[in-house]
Structures are given as structure tokens and as C-alpha cells.
């Protein structure tokens, strides 16, 4: 059994279009799912096909009977009130405890997923003492968040969030028009303010048959990852949410548009640029982070010059250089995937048109240009300003060094990925992993000698070729371990 709570920041954002919808694609692509509605307010027994019930009843199939609407709405009250409140103007008695083992019930006998949405609002009151939150805190499972897009959108979702806190939340903006400018300011405050990604998920509305073609994916709906406002901001790709609770199936039924553009189809190159340009942009939201590995780097190679006998010094910083680049590599890896894999983001990564691979070599491309390239600048001006090496020495010991870390790199994300999700494991699985840097810093040095020398044989060439191998093959082993990851949470 696996079991969702769909709740929201208010009402009317959302819920039921978000709950019907992962009922018709989780159908769609073969899995059993079931949803429930235990109390509904504004109900109103002579139009029954304008209710939440119905909605729900109709994306799960069924025929909508009297035995049905019982299944899916045990409480169904009249008045358009919070729930303690219709329930006394209707002179009914609400039982928390009896809300409670109804849910807990169907969740324990569900045979697959189990979807149950709530009324209203994350605090909304299901009686004078009890409220959706004590239902979800009760019952333990993971919340879906629906958000509207408004003014005053960014308060509310945090608001939710610090009630939800300790839970495990995914937030969905339901995006009624493309236009909007408050979802961009919705979803980069997420980020910034307390690194969480959001679901974008175009809303749609109509007749019901028209309702069951889009949100069943029977056409193709198109769902950004960059927000349609300003194309520099990473949006978070939503397929209604399907993605996210089921990564190992949905894959082979759900396309996605990795953009959104009138007109206009994303070559590989541009679609390539804009995820890069997206990498770049956390990198930079986490400047501080960088410089302070930069700086770690510069601190510990200064002191290492104070510490050496200036007579050896010229013949061991080449080979300090490479101990403290491996060192902060290894030790800022982490940040390449585990906000993304926390967020949710990696379980995008595995359905999009776009290649994976490419998406996780950018990633780590980023990485580089943000951290090792500043590295091999720093130790390239080193040698040249304070050591006093040439011109020739110091740029040749930049690009190996640089094209050295690319590689290492690489490896040390396939350390980082191999434990991704856990804690506490990621200095055993760099220690792993760092035989593979050996070599690398073999063929290092070796290629520096030789552009030194103007010496560079047909061996350190083919050497060098070997040692670059090593990247696309790490790219191949760390998205094997992302999806063994995602698959698993």
C-alpha cells in the first residue's frame, strides 16, 4: 500500500483536479489505485454530478451509484462550510475517531495506491477539535500540497509547509494561466528561501469528457521544467504528479515537453543550454558555498607554502595541488545531487524526452565550471605569481589540472550517488572510489610533463584518451544509482 494526503493551502485550488488526475493516469498505465473523499462539504444530494464524489468516482471507473458515493464520501454534507460547522447546521454529530478508522481502514486494505483528499485547507476543521493535520499526523502517510498561484501565494505555502514540517511534502502549483507572473515568484522564493522545488501543473477545466482526454494524458500535455515567464528559472516538470509516486512505471506512458515555447521546438543544443543555464543558476544561488571550497583550496596550499623547505617546494606543489583539489572535490560532491534527489527533481530526470544522461553530465559540468575550473585558475596563478614558474608551466599545469578534475569529478559523484539518500555513508563511498582517481592523476602528470617537455608520446596520449573514458561510463553508473534511488524511496 502506498498512500498520498492531497491537501491544499485553502480551497477551490485544486484538490479533486489533482486527485482525479493521478486516478485516470495511474489507471492509465496499468497500476490499481483507489481514492477517497471521507467528508465533503457543499454537497448537494439533487446535483450530484457537480461534486468533488463524483469527480473522483468517475476517474476511478466506477459507475456512480448510491453504494459508491457511500465508498468514497461517507460524510457528505450540505451547507459549503468548514466541516464542523456544516455538520452542525445539518444536525449531524462528526466522529474524528470514526473519520480516522474509516481512512486508516482503507489505507490498510488498499491492494494498491491509495489517494484520500481532504477538505479545504491544510488547518481546516473536520470537528470543533480536530483538523485535517491531526488526520494526516494520525494516519502517517506523505502529502501531496496543492497551491494556487496569487497574491499572497508565498506566505500561504509556507505557512502549510511549517504546519507539514517533518512530514514528507510534495508541493504542486496548479497553473491556471501561463501568464501568471506569481508562480515564477512562487517557486524561485521555494528555492531560495528554503531549497525545496515545486510541481507546475497546468490546470484544466471544462466537461467531464474533456476533463478524462487532458488529465489522462490521452493527448499529449505539455509541462514545463522552466517557467514560462522567464526561461533562466528552473520550474520542476509535473505529470500530474505520476511521476513522482511511481517513477518505475510511468516512464513508458507519460511524454513530457522539457519546454514550453509558442511555436517554437527546443533544439538539443538549446534544450542542453537551458538545463545547463539552470545548474548554473543553483550553482549560484549557493555562491557562498563555492567560494568557501575555493577559498579552503587557496588556505591549504598557503599554509603548505609556509610549512615546505623552499627548496623542495617547486617538485611537491604539483602533487599538493592534486591532494587538496581531489580533497574539496570529494567533499562538495554532495551538493551535484542530493538537494535535486531531495527535492524531487531526479524523479523528473528519468521521464523526460530528453536524454538522462546528458541531463546528469550537465549537472556535473556545472559543478566543474563553478568549483574546479576557479581551482585550476587558483593554482595556475600560484605557480606563476608565487612560485614564480613560466607562463607555459602555469597554463599547462591549469588545463591538466582542470580536465583532471572533470574526471575526478565524475568519479566522485559516482561515490555520492552509490549512497544517495542515506547518511552518514558518503565518506566510505568516496574511499571506495578512489582508486579510480589514481590513475587519473597519473595520466595528470604525465600530461603536463609532456606539454612542458614537448614530449608527448603516442602512450600518454593513448593514456589520456583511457583516463577520459572514465567519464562517460561514470555518467552510465551514476544514473543506474539515481534510478536504483529514486525507484527505492
Known sequence: MQAHFVTSCGTDVGKTFITTALCWNFRRIGETVQAIKPVVSGYDEDSPGCSDTFQIIASLGYDFTQENVDKISPWRLNHPR???????????????????????????????????????????????????????????????LVANPCLGSISHVLTALEALRGMQVKVVITLKDPDNTYCTDLVEYLRSYCGR????????????????????????????????????????????????????????????HVCRVKSVSYSLVAISVSVLMRELKIMSCNAGNAAQVVLLFVVIVG????????????????????????????????????????????????????????????????????????????????????????????IALGLTFGVGLLVVNCVSAVGHSLVLGGEGKLITAQILVFPMIVPVVVCSHL?????????????????????????????FFILAAVRLAVEKD
Open 82 to 144: 468548514a466541516p464542523n460547522i456544516a455538520s452542525r447546521m445539518a444536525g449531524i454529530n462528526l466522529s474524528y475517531s470514526e473519520i480516522l478508522g474509516f481512512c486508516a481502514e482503507r489505507c490498510k486494505n488498499a491492494p494498491g495506491r491509495i489517494l484520500i483528499e481532504g477538505v479545504g485547507g491544510v488547518m481546516s476543521p473536520l470537528t470543533d477539535e480536530k483538523s485535517c493535520i491531526d488526520l494526516i499526523r494520525d494516519l502517517s502517510i506523505d502529502v501531496v
Open 197 to 256: 522545488s515545486a510541481y507546475i501543473q497546468d490546470h484544466v477545466s471544462g466537461e467531464r469528457e474533456k476533463w478524462a482526454l487532458v488529465t489522462g494524458f490521452a493527448s499529449n500535455l505539455a509541462v514545463p521544467i522552466f517557467s514560462p515567464v522567464s526561461s533562466q528559472y528552473p520550474y520542476k516538470p509535473s505529470s500530474i504528479l505520476c511521476n513522482a509516486l511511481s517513477i518505475s512505471t510511468v516512464k513508458a506512458s507519460l511524454r513530457l
Open 303 to 394: 599554509i603548505a607554502l609556509f610549512v615546505l623547505p623552499p627548496a623542495c617546494v617547486n617538485e611537491v606543489m604539483p602533487c599538493l595541488f592534486w591532494i587538496c583539489g581531489v580533497s574539496v572535490t570529494q567533499a562538495s560532491i554532495k551538493a551535484l545531487l542530493e538537494d535535486d534527489y531531495r527535492g524531487g527533481v531526479l524523479e523528473q530526470l528519468l521521464i523526460q524526452d530528453l536524454l538522462p544522461e546528458a541531463v546528469i553530465f550537465l549537472k556535473i559540468l556545472a559543478h566543474w565550471m563553478c568549483i574546479s575550473v576557479p581551482i585550476s585558475v587558483a593554482a595556475a596563478l600560484i605557480q606563476l605569481t608565487i612560485l614564480g614558474g613560466s607562463l607555459h608551466y602555469a
Open 447 to 475: 600530461c603536463l610533463k609532456g606539454m612542458v617537455d614537448f614530449t608527448f608520446t603516442r602512450t600518454t596520449a593513448l593514456l589520456g584518451a583511457g583516463v577520459l573514458c572514465i567519464v562517460p561510463v561514470s555518467v
